[in-house]
């Protein structure tokens, strides 16, 4: 099958060397940063000419997502490739980070691991299966803002729907099948302010702040002995950051620490919540002087498909018949759109190449596993869609 395949897929290798050279980084993460528009151009060409009939999404000015779909005859079931355009800065990569690099097997730049190379396999698998007759729709959802505010997936999924994704961040070729998600807090102490002299008047909101903060570091000891969720372990969290105070000579009045909850299926928002309200309704029991405001900000829900799931088994058997051996399902720490797909009714995992440096100084990806990702892209949505 390996050697077939070979045979008749594009070289995605030649098609990484494009999407390399064009930049991508995301204006949410460095203000008057390209963008996606100009690989949005490039992505949406491409796939026209192998026959895609393409839409392209722009709810946001200059933050386009490209939709490809090449329609089935019916009565099939349809997969969607989701993979983000965008990439993280250029400052400080060592080298020409828009020049793609081919070293020892490896191609080095911008992008390659995080993810454009998962792009690359996505687009020829799908140019290949789309080839053949097939009766279920094969999508492509190649979406804008996924390294901010996943802004991109989230107008796709207003607009198409599919009976499975596959999302090709880069996994090392293991089938990825649950992964974290994660709810912000912002927790506000309040003080009173005065002048430094006087210890009558004033209330120090900072100091109250680290009372709370020695509760969190209880917490997140206890989170990490607690029961583990069977893929994933345990949940974490920690403080992030923590603003307070005008001047050396004065009672600050207000403080505000702002933390970070990892959670895996079973945990959300409201029950993070009722963690931290235990930690602080004891304190403020002890100290009549203790006053705070708590509000949650952005969630993301958790990630979790079944092991024996259908997209699960198809990809794991052409991941078989390519490389001569089981693959390896596991869950990861970092969240991803594929959570957004499952909430939308979707369930996928994660799947990708092997490689490393992702937002680092040097990022790369090997060629052969690139190669091996495309072959098994190709043959789970033949086997999936046909």
């Known amino acids: 099958m390996t050697e077939t395949l070979c045979g008749v897929l594009e070289d995605p290798v030649a098609l990484l060397k494009h999407l390399v050279r064009i930049n991508s980084v995301n204006p949410g993460l460095v203000p008057g940063a390209a963008g996606e528009t100009a690989l949005a151009d490039f992505t949406a060409t491409w796939l026209e000419k192998r026959g895609f009939i393409v839409t392209r999404l722009e709810a946001v000015s200059g933050r386009p997502s490209i939709v490809a779909v090449a329609a089935g005859t019916g009565g099939g079931k349809s997969l969607m490739f989701n993979g983000h355009l965008d990439t993280v800065t250029l400052a400080g990569y060592d080298g020409d980070p828009l020049e793609p690099r081919l070293e020892d097997g490896r191609m080095y730049g911008r992008g390659t ?3 454009k190379a998962g792009i690359a396999a996505m687009m020829v698998a799908a140019a290949h299966a789309a080839a053949s007759p097939h009766a279920g729709d094969i999508i492509l959802a190649l979406v804008a803002d996924e390294e901010f505010g996943s802004a991109g997936t989230e107008e796709v999924l207003r607009h198409f729907r599919a009976d499975a994704t596959i999302v090709s961040e880069p996994t090392h070729e293991d089938i990825v099948i649950a992964h974290r998600g994660f709810v912000w807090f912002n927790v506000t102490f309040h003080g009173y302010a005065a002048h430094g002299s006087r210890p009558d ?3 120090d909101a900072i100091a109250k702040a680290g009372r709370f903060l020695t509760g969190l570091e209880e917490l997140s000891h206890g989170l990490l002995r607690g029961p583990a969720h069977a893929v994933l372990g345990t949940g974490s969290i920690h403080a992030s950051l923590i603003r307070g105070g005008e001047e050396l000579s004065s009672y600050p ?10 959670t895996v299926p079973g945990e959300n928002a409201a029950t ?6 235990h930690i602080i309704d004891a304190i403020a029991a002890s100290d009549p002087d203790f006053s705070y405001t708590l509000a949650a900000g952005l969630e993301r829900q958790a990630f979790e498909v079944p092991s024996d799931s259908l997209i699960v088994r198809a990809v794991a058997a ?5 490389t001569g051996q089981a693959a390896t399902l596991r869950g990861e720490a970092f969240w991803t759109d594929a959570a957004l797909m499952l909430e939308a009714g979707i369930p996928g995992l994660l799947f990708g190449v092997d490689g490393g440096g992702a937002h680092a100084a040097t990022e790369w990806v090997d060629l052969a596993s690139l190669k091996r990702v495309s072959q098994i892209l190709a043959a789970t949505a033949t086997d999936f869609c046909h």
């Open 113 to 115: 691991f995080d993810m």
């Open 201 to 203: 008047l004033g209330i």
């Open 253 to 262: 009045a207000a403080c505000t620490v702002s933390l970070e909850r990892r």
């Open 272 to 277: 993070a919540e009722a963690e931290l309200r």
């Open 318 to 322: 052409a991941a078989g018949a390519v």
